[in-house]
């Protein structure tokens, strides 16, 4: 249990040493290596941030903005550029503050995500989260496609200690959402999480299910407060960026859990997400325990990534 009694920042950073070791070692070196503020220097700073996951397109948007600021600020040494390279990707990730506006109103969170990706147990630690807070929280197993899907719900609904609405595989998704809204409201529940499917090779089939979903909550519950949420998988990087952009064509997402981001080099995804899609990143997965998962916090997420400090005695 020594792990939590650290605090979220030491955590934050633990989860985070692979992706900090693959971008923060490699920018220290050039920031050492080069003498002068030239293409090569850019070239090689470019080079670490797409190896690091950030995607084509934020880097192209942090160097831009960082040449920029080398110019305005007359900078002439490449160790004066750090600071400066961390206020960009600090800018390209501001989306401003994250909202948590389900946490606080009767609500109905559609969780979405492919096979995999950590669905099933984000629910879990959300829904345990959810009730740490004091809400009452219920589950609804609408991802009918696998057996397998609804048992690991209803384990988790156990370990939780929260309800599941489910149904037998392979029936209507919509006629689960239709029962679960129907109890969530004779319960009084203020969160109903629903596990939604998430087949995207027939976004066509997928698009008719979530539009029918919506449809069931908007005319059964009109005054719940409404969240979707995509979950990606943090280790599969660019796979994931290019997930979250064919999800955005059949749902609207007003956040992503990020998962599996302890042990992955691959974190820098967080910040291609926010800066290239403009969806914030509201969770992510830092284990595989009821209690990893963690709000997310972009100014936290670039100071972590970048701090050398050790975090053995930090709380
Ligand atoms: N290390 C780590 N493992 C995680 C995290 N989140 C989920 N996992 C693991 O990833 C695996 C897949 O998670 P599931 O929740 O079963 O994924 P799913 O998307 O619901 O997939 P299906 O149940 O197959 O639909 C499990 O072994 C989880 O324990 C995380 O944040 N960190």
Known sequence: MEEKKKGFFARLKEGLTKTRNSIVSGIDSVFRGFTDIDDDFYEEIEEILI??????????????DMKQKVKELHLKEPHECKEVLIDSIRRQMDLGENAYEFEHRKSVVLVIGVNGVGKTTSIGKLADQLKAEG????????????????????EWGKRANVGVISHKEGSDPAAVIFD???AAKARNTDVLICDTAGRLHNKKNLMEELKKINRIIDK??????????LVLDGTTGQNALSQAK????????????LTKMDGTAKGG??????????????YIGVGERIDDLQKFNSEQFVTALFDRKDTSSEQ
């Open 180 to 182: 679960a809204v129907q």
């Open 51 to 64: 190896m690091g996951d950030l995607g084509v397109d934020a880097t192209e948007k942090i160097l831009t």
């Open 135 to 154: 809400n009452s929280v219920l589950l609804a197993a609408a991802d009918t496609f696998r057996a397998a899907a609804i048992d690991q719900l209803e």
């Open 269 to 282: 995804i967080a910040v291609a997400i926010q800066s290239e899609l403009g969806i914030p990143v509201k």
């Open 220 to 229: 059964e519950y009109p005054e719940a407060y409404r969240e979707t949420l």
């Open 246 to 257: 064919q999800f955005m064509e059949v749902a609207d997402i007003s956040g992503i859990i």
